[in-house]
């Protein structure tokens, strides 16, 4: 069966209505062959824009329903997730070419978010804060917030949506979803697996709840410009983050960006090299080196460097590479040829400044619009471009050190600032690592990778990476307005700071 078929038989079984598959001029590709699976209409801004004032219509009705109900529908979200974990982990492999066991796990990451959400539902508190006038009572109260806007980006193509939507529709506010112009089908299967979720619902839940806009980033900037979004949540580049992140500021809407990262692990003498090997491949290697928390920079003692370098190598001469759909490969193919040409670029430019690459071949696999490589482990001599930016391919670039302070400096001397590690047995590094002069990431991990967040801390990352917070801890915080209130229960009216205002 082509993979095209294929797509179209699990689009069908997940309730995607087959019309919308041809016809139109956005061609999604599987990175697996390369062949065009679906041929979708974009939209146009002004759908767009009507897409959001109907979302606005159907928070002023969500808003009402008492948030334990909302977390009703989340619960019911997650029931049909589970339901179709296999068909959409499926499709997620094919649209974005990750092995099973990781399209599966992504999906698996939107249920875990649901459940937390389903708590939440019920612990949307504020404070009860004391005051200085008497017969007075202060407290914070929190509101739905309105329209979240959100946009995704390809490589984690329904986690994201999920992430924010599951805390959004708890939180009481509806959801528009511009998802990467390179994934759109996973983003449909969604949009009818929540449609199922809300006719079980029943009548409660509005129309419009959520809407899903097909288009490349024209339609993402109706999103960030509509004056009926107050947040946009927004994951992906830098360069998308430097776009978008002002033209919101001028409007006064809320930004959560998550953008890229350039992630280091720095490995002492302490550490322990088996786990340090295993945890390294993975967080270098895995998703072939396209999650924004993938370990790219490795910072190594010197000491222990001649007995974990050349493992390293072989595990990366050996791993397998090839479909993720068919056998059994660790590392699937690269999204596109951009991909393909940027790791390409950046490993030249490595050994123009004295890097020593181990892989990094294109490997041939008889479909010529398919982009698979070897990851490839660069040894640098100096941290130097383009070990400072990001590169979303499988390049891990070595460096030596000789003392922890060298080892900080550069661990934090880069744009980025989303996830980090240390692997140490020695308790001065770890906590020095977490502390305030340690990493200077969002993400700060000790003797685990730099990749593979669970959902019940707050996901996101400092500097460059945009300075956004979603999933768990208080992510919910930003998806809410805090009003605070002051109740006087006295008949007097005491003014704060002693101010005296008598009229007569
Ligand atoms: P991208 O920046 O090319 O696109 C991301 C999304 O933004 C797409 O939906 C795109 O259409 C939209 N977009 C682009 N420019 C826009 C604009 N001016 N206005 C409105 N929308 C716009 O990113 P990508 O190639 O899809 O994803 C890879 C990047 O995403 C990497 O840098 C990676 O590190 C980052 N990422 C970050 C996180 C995180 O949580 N920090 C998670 C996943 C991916």
């Given at each position: 069966m082509t993979v095209a078929k294929e797509t179209a038989e699990l689009l069908a079984k997940l309730g995607v209505d087959k019309a919308v598959l041809s016809g139109g001029d956005l061609q999604v590709r599987s990175p697996v062959t390369g062949e065009v699976i679906a041929s979708?209409?974009?939209?146009?801004?002004?759908?767009?824009?009507?897409?959001?004032?109907?979302?606005?219509?159907a928070f002023k009705a969500w808003r009402l329903v008492p948030g334990p109900k909302r977390g009703e529908l989340v619960r019911l979200l997650g029931e049909e997730l589970r339901a179709h974990k296999t068909e959409l982990g499926r499709l997620v492999s094919i649209e974005v070419g990750k092995i099973p066991s990781e399209g599966l796990g992504e999906v698996q990451e939107m249920i875990d978010i649901c459940d937390f959400a389903v708590g939440l539902s019920r612990q949307l508190y504020g404070l009860t804060i004391a005051t200085e006038r008497p017969g007075h009572r202060m407290m914070e109260t929190w509101h739905p917030l309105g329209v979240i806007g959100v946009i995704s980006a390809f490589n984690f193509p329904v986690a994201v949506w999920s992430w924010n939507s599951a805390l959004a529709l708890v939180c009481g506010d509806s959801v528009v979803w511009k998802p990467s112009e390179k994934t759109p089908l996973t983003a449909l299967a969604c949009e009818a697996i929540f449609a199922r979720a809300v006719k079980r619902f029943g009548a409660d839940a509005p129309n419009d709840l959520l809407k899903v806009l097909i288009g490349d980033r024209a339609v993402g900037e109706v999103l960030v410009d509509h004056p009926k979004v107050p947040l946009v949540s927004a994951t992906g580049s830098t360069r998308m983050g430097r776009e978008v992140g002002p033209r919101l500021a001028k409007r006064f809407a809320r930004a959560v960006l998550e953008l890229g990262g350039n992630n280091a692990g720095i490995v002492t003498p302490t550490a322990d090299l088996d786990m340090a090997l295993r945890a390294i491949a993975f967080g270098a290697m895995g998703t072939a080196g396209q999650r924004c928390t993938t370990l790219r920079r490795l910072i190594v003692h010197e000491s222990v460097y001649d007995q974990l370098v050349p493992r390293l190598k072989k595990a990366y001469e050996s791993v397998s590479v090839g479909n993720p759909l068919e056998g059994k490969a660790l590392v699937g193919p690269l999204i596109d040829k951009a991909a393909f040409d940027g790791m390409q670029k950046a490993l030249k430019e490595a050994e123009a400044h004295g890097g020593k690459v181990t892989g990094g071949a294109r490997v041939e696999n008889g479909h010529p619009d398919a982009?698979?490589?070897?990851?490839?482990?660069?040894?640098?001599?100096?941290?130097?471009?383009?070990v400072t930016e990001e590169t979303f391919a499988p390049i891990l670039y070595?460096?030596?050190?000789?003392?922890?302070?060298?080892?900080?400096?550069?661990?934090n001397a880069v744009g980025a600032g989303l996830s980090s590690s240390i692997f140490t047995r020695d308790i001065m590094e770890s906590e020095r690592f977490l502390s305030a002069e340690g990493s200077d990431c969002g993400i700060a991990n000790v003797n685990i990778g730099t990749?593979?967040?669970?959902?019940?801390?707050?996901?996101?990352?400092?500097?460059?990476?945009?300075?956004?917070?979603e999933s768990g801890s208080d992510a919910?915080?930003?998806?809410?307005?805090?009003?605070?209130?002051?109740?006087?229960?006295?008949?007097a009216l005491p003014l704060a700071q002693g101010v005296s205002f008598d009229i007569d």
């Open positions: 979708l209409k974009q939209m146009s801004a002004a759908e767009a824009g009507k897409a959001v004032d109907a979302a606005h219509e982009y698979y490589v070897h990851p490839a482990l660069v040894e640098m001599p100096s941290q130097v471009s383009p070595v460096m030596k050190y000789k003392d922890f302070d060298e080892a900080l400096d550069l661990h990749s593979g967040a669970e959902i019940g801390g707050a996901f996101g990352g400092e500097k460059e990476t945009g300075g956004g917070r919910w915080k930003a998806y809410m307005r805090r009003a605070t209130n002051t109740v006087n229960y006295s008949t």
